[in-house]
């Protein structure tokens, strides 16, 4: 007998694409045990080209009283899983084939398991790249959630986990992308595993009114002013991303102990030149902090431990 999958799918106005992604769930080798479809008030027939699918996939459909929003909707559907194995599921991606039966497959011990993606254009053409490519950053296996704090490889239209994972990860961050704070929830449980395989056609979207927008012109110290104030935004939503990781429910003590003495460092920001401290803690963690990125880590820990006062000095670091 197969085991319990759940296809979890947050719909709104997706009535362009949304054909393609069920017929791609029609076509799997493992049939799924159900899919959940949660809409958040389409203005469009999304729902009628959903309900076409109600004899070849076992649908459940909900439409939401109230528009909750992307991620609060994403949230929701996974709460109407019942399955011992769930994959949230976009409304405009398409999968391959085998996506159910690989994953299942390479799970193993772990709390979740996830793969590459396949770029496409908005017609589904291929654009010749993978995700992995396009982000220049290491797809890997972890054991700790704080790979996942400064970088992140794990997309939710890539993964599947175990039922175990929603337990922890309710509610989503405000701050931190929910698909990273899985991620670092799963990695910290039972362990993140990477299948070397592109098991998705990823949309990408293109935006035609961006060629129409003009830049204000600015005087330089309009410019430097406004990089002074987004330092200091991005300072403050590191603090904040810091303190939800904090809040991580399966969060060992050593990575408890790391994460608060970085807490710590960045609520000195405003008062420092350089933290030297910062930059050494850093360095010799840089296996762990930087283990996604592909940047000089060397670079890196200098560059985070530079504080307000230099940089207002010198706004170019």
């Known amino acids: ?42 203005t469009d027939n999304t729902l009628e080209i ?3 699918f109600e004899k070849t996939l076992p649908l459940k459909i909900y439409k939401n009283s109230t528009n909750l929003g992307f991620t609060k909707n994403f949230e929701e559907v996974l709460k109407k899983t019942s399955g011992e194995f769930i994959l949230p599921c976009d409304q405009d991606d398409i999968w ?27 017609t589904g053409t291929t654009l010749g790249k993978t995700l992995s490519q ?5 797809f890997l296996s972890s054991h700790t959630a704080l790979h996942f704090l400064y970088d992140n490889s794990v997309s939710a239209h890539a993964v599947m986990f175990k039922r175990e994972l929603l337990d922890f990860i309710f509610p989503f961050p405000k701050q931190s992308y929910f698909d990273a704070y899985i991620a670092a929830t799963a990695a910290s449980l039972n362990g993140v595993v990477y299948i070397d395989e592109t098991l998705i056609h990823y949309r990408q979207h293109t935006n035609n009114t961006l060629g129409n927008k ?14 002074h104030a987004k330092k200091l935004q991005e300072n403050n939503e590191m603090i904040q991303t810091i303190g939800e990781f904090l809040a991580i429910k399966t969060l060992k003590q050593k990575e408890k102990e790391k994460l608060q003495k970085l807490y710590i460092f960045y ?44 940089y207002k000095v010198a706004p170019f670091l």
């Open 1 to 42: 007998m197969n085991p319990k999958i759940s296809i979890a799918i947050a719909t709104y106005n997706g009535a362009s694409y949304l054909f393609q992604q069920l017929d791609s769930l029609v076509k799997q080798t493992i049939a799924p045990y159900e899919v959940i479809i949660c809409d958040d008030n389409s």
């Open 50 to 52: 959903a309900k076409s």
């Open 96 to 122: 391959e084939n085998t996506k159910l039966e690989t994953l299942l497959a390479g799970i193993g011990e772990n709390s979740l398991v996830y793969s590459d993606s396949l770029l496409v254009d908005e």
């Open 134 to 138: 396009k982000l220049k950053n290491n």
């Open 214 to 227: 003009q830049k204000k012109k600015s005087s330089l110290l309009e410019k430097l002013n406004h990089k």
């Open 267 to 310: 609520q000195g920001f405003e008062k420092r030149w350089f933290n030297l401290s910062m930059f050494w803690f850093l360095y010799t963690n840089k296996e762990i902090f930087f283990a996604i990125t592909n940047r000089n880590r060397f670079s890196l820990s200098i560059k985070k431990s530079i504080g307000y006062k230099l």
